[in-house]
């Protein structure tokens, strides 16, 4: 399997080929890390005259205060914050009872054509309706790549995240002091977990990997189209490369040879499934699409959500696809917060247009949902904030 040298040398190629910038974010000298997507870093400018890009009505948005780093750890939380004050907020995930998500810590950045990793990462944890902005700290102390979101799974047993330092690492739902090592010297790009399995897309390939015993990583996938992106269901792995090519294999095993689901939408990044379907990004250096595509395959995916400013994380309640856009964030070369936003569309389609969740956001990241079952009282999760990210947030479908 490659290594981590391999690793840091293919994502700052990538970093470089879909448009991403790796660097010292607008309030470096606080220690939080930067990286956008497919636009410069964001800044704060207050009495804007400019609207924020807002499809369809929203009752739930509201504008992020604009602040430095350090004034947001005292800041009185807006409307829907889980936490504030948080040093990079990243992946997030949701089960039954809690919201889960990892903060990527201090540091981290470009140089010399090298991808440094931030230190200090945290894996946080808040009960659903709320932890009185005091989330507990399930671990802490490791090191990650600033390329977000940052590889995490919640699975029934356990979460899961790569520590650049060690590997793959398990850490229990209600914490652990030293997270243990599932399997060293590989790193994922994204992870999925179910209750026996922890699965990683990366460099070194599609990896199944236990998370009882000590049998070491199979390897599902091996391609010079290395995989960016994976989901998991009761029967199959998903994941999507970067040549936007979508496929799956048999849990447990496809001979090396998995299914083509879809192709022709380069470069997936991002992937998510219902019971029926499979959906996912693709962004090549410019505006994003989320495509869907019937879990059996289709010769032409279905552009769900067309052209897409900064597109970012997306998830599925089988309902609705959720995503977050950074959105057309200069104007006249200036920074503007509030610019972003988290939308949805049904999965049968919207017309193109989505509805906001939450309009009027700074730098949203990574979002999670609550799983249809949760009727009315579902909420929508995400990462978002100045400095790159210091809030976790909450609204209701």
Same mark, same amino acid.
């Given at each position: 399997?490659?290594?981590?040298?391999?690793?840091?040398?293919?994502?700052?190629?990538?970093?470089?080929?879909?448009?991403?910038?790796?660097?010292?974010?607008?309030?470096?000298?606080?220690?939080?890390?930067?990286?956008?997507?497919?636009?410069?870093?964001?800044?704060?400018?207050?009495?804007?005259?400019?609207?924020?890009?807002?499809?369809?009505?929203?009752?739930?948005?509201?504008?992020?205060?604009?602040?430095?780093?350090?004034?947001?750890?005292?800041?009185?939380?807006?409307?829907?914050?889980?936490?504030?004050?948080?040093?990079?907020?990243?992946?997030?995930?949701?089960?039954?009872?809690?919201?889960?998500?990892?903060?990527?810590?201090?540091?981290?950045?470009?140089?010399?054509?090298?991808?440094?990793?931030?230190?200090?990462?945290?894996?946080?944890?808040?009960?659903?309706?709320?932890?009185?902005?005091?989330?507990?700290?399930?671990?802490?102390?490791?090191?990650?790549?600033?390329?977000?979101?940052?590889?995490?799974?919640?699975?029934?047993?356990?979460?899961?995240?790569?520590?650049?330092?060690?590997?793959?690492?398990?850490?229990?739902?209600?914490?652990?002091?030293?997270?243990?090592?599932?399997?060293?010297?590989?790193?994922?790009?994204?992870?999925?977990?179910?209750?026996?399995?922890?699965?990683?897309?990366?460099?070194?390939?599609?990896?199944?990997?236990?998370?009882?015993?000590?049998?070491?990583?199979?390897?599902?996938?091996?391609?010079?189209?290395?995989?960016?992106?994976?989901?998991?269901?009761?029967?199959?792995?998903?994941? $999507?490369?970067?040549? =936007?090519?979508?496929? @799956? *294999?048999?849990? !447990? /095993? %496809?001979? #090396?040879? &998995?299914?083509? +689901?879809?192709?022709?939408?380069?470069?997936?990044?991002?992937?998510?499934?219902?019971?029926?379907?499979?959906?996912?990004?693709?962004?090549?250096?410019?505006?994003?699409?989320?495509?869907?595509?019937?879990?059996?395959?289709?010769?032409?995916?279905?552009?769900?959500?067309?052209?897409?400013?900064?597109?970012?994380?997306?998830?599925?309640?089988?309902?609705?696809?959720?995503?977050?856009?950074?959105?057309?964030?200069?104007?006249?070369?200036?920074? $503007?917060?509030?610019? =972003?936003?988290?939308? @949805? *569309?049904?999965? !049968? /389609? %919207?017309? #193109?247009? &989505?509805?906001? +969740?939450?309009?009027?956001?700074?730098?949203?990241?990574?979002?999670?949902?609550?799983?249809?079952?949760?009727?009315?009282?579902?909420?929508?999760?995400?990462?978002?904030?100045?400095?790159?990210?210091?809030?976790?947030?909450?609204?209701?479908?």
């Amino acid at each position: 399997m490659r290594g981590r040298g391999s690793r840091i040398a293919t994502l700052a190629a990538f970093a470089i080929a879909t448009g991403a910038v790796v660097g010292a974010g607008a309030c470096a000298a606080e220690g939080v890390s930067a990286v956008a997507s497919v636009h410069p870093d964001a800044g704060l400018l207050d009495d804007s005259p400019v609207e924020p890009a807002v499809d369809g009505e929203s009752d739930s948005g509201f504008e992020v205060p604009a602040s430095d780093c350090p004034a947001m750890v005292d800041a009185a939380p807006p409307p829907g914050a889980l936490a504030v004050g948080q040093s990079a907020p990243s992946a997030i995930a949701v089960d039954g009872t809690n919201v889960y998500w990892v903060n990527a810590g201090a540091g981290g950045g470009m140089e010399r054509k090298s991808v440094l990793p931030s230190t200090g990462g945290q894996v946080m944890k808040c009960a659903k309706p709320g932890c009185d902005a005091a989330p507990t700290v399930l671990a802490a102390g490791f090191m990650s790549l600033p390329l977000p979101p940052l590889p995490f799974a919640v699975g029934p047993s356990g979460l899961y995240f790569d520590d650049f330092s060690t590997g793959t690492m398990a850490c229990g739902l209600d914490g652990c002091v030293d997270a243990g090592v599932l399997v060293s010297s590989t790193h994922a790009d994204r992870l999925a977990a179910d209750a026996t399995h922890v699965y990683s897309a990366g460099p070194d390939g599609l990896l199944e990997i236990p998370i009882a015993g000590d049998a070491g990583a199979v390897v599902l996938y091996s391609g010079n189209d290395w995989p960016l992106a994976v989901a998991v269901d009761a029967t199959d792995v998903y994941f $999507v490369t970067s040549n =936007g090519i979508v496929m @799956k *294999c048999a849990i !447990g /095993g %496809c001979n #090396g040879s &998995p299914t083509v +689901v879809a192709t022709g939408a380069p470069v997936g990044i991002e992937i998510a499934l219902d019971a029926n379907n499979v959906y996912w990004t693709a962004v090549n250096g410019g505006p994003g699409t989320i495509f869907a595509c019937p879990k059996s395959g289709c010769a032409t995916p279905e552009p769900l959500v067309p052209d897409r400013l900064g597109l970012g994380s997306i998830a599925t309640d089988g309902v609705a696809v959720y995503f977050t856009e950074l959105g057309d964030d200069a104007v006249d070369g200036l920074p $503007v917060s509030g610019r =972003g936003g988290v939308y @949805k *569309c049904a999965v !049968g /389609g %919207c017309s #193109g247009e &989505p509805t906001a +969740v939450a309009a009027y956001q700074t730098d949203p990241g990574s979002v999670a949902v609550d799983s249809a079952d949760a009727g009315d009282a579902g909420r929508v999760y995400w990462t978002a904030g100045p400095c790159r990210g210091s809030l976790v947030l909450s609204a209701a479908k």
